[in-house]
């Protein structure tokens, strides 16, 4: 829609950029009050997202570029132009966990405890940093007329990154309800995976920015299918543990 917020002189501010940049902004400001409260370093939070932030970027932006070699073969140059789109949020999650999983065994810190607390921020920085693929016209839908005209792709198309936003905020919303009731440790994480998993499972039936594969699948909804495996199974796991507060 508008891939170029503004432009001063030679600086040029790119919509996706910026709408990364706000989501990291609100995320970090909530999610550091709530660590505030449960008696952690705001110091060492914002060490842990800023680590988890660079090596998620790196994973989607690494397995976004595996899934799209062709055109990056062709034009390498665009491997740096992160301006431009292109994150796969799949490898940012298992990314981005690793990398929390490592900090947290270098802090001594409870690594389910973290990866609770971090849950519901990364699906509000998710669902704010949607509204920048629609800005950027990336992670478009399918074409109707009932859709939004795309000047980019010169077509009216369904705004998949609009409905993702909301859906993703929808999760967030659910994910901090569950976080004040008596759960499980890793359970909000869980949680968050199991959902996500679903809402992108059917979300790809209306975006068309992926190939069909086997049984007309995208590469996406066979991870999903895989990660909605595993946290089914995680989730059955946890709750033979004992509840905590």
Known sequence: MHPILFKFGIVTIYSYG??????VVVSLSFLLKD???????ANVITDLVMIVLFFGILGARVLYIIL?????AGNPREIFMLQHGGLAILGGIVAGLLAAFLFCRYKKLAFLEIIDLLAPYVVLAHSIGRI???????????PSKFGIYFPVHS???????????????????ALKVKQRMPHQKGAIFVSYILY??????????????????FLGLTIFQYFCIVLFALS????????KRKISK
Request: one cysteine or more; hydrophobic letters at 55%; a positive charge.
């Open 18 to 23: 910026f709408m990364l940049f706000i989501a």
């Open 35 to 41: 660590a505030k409260k449960k008696g952690y370093d």
């Open 68 to 72: 799209n070699l062709d055109f990056y």
């Open 132 to 142: 920048g693929c629609f800005l950027n016209g990336c992670c478009y839908g399918l």
């Open 155 to 173: 077509a009216r198309l369904i705004p998949t990154q609009l409905i993702s936003s909301f859906l993703l905020f929808m999760l967030f919303i």
């Open 196 to 213: 996500y998993s679903v809402i992108r499972f059917f979300m790809e039936f209306i975006r068309a920015d992926s190939p069909r594969l």
């Open 232 to 239: 089914s199974l995680s989730y059955i796991l946890l709750w």
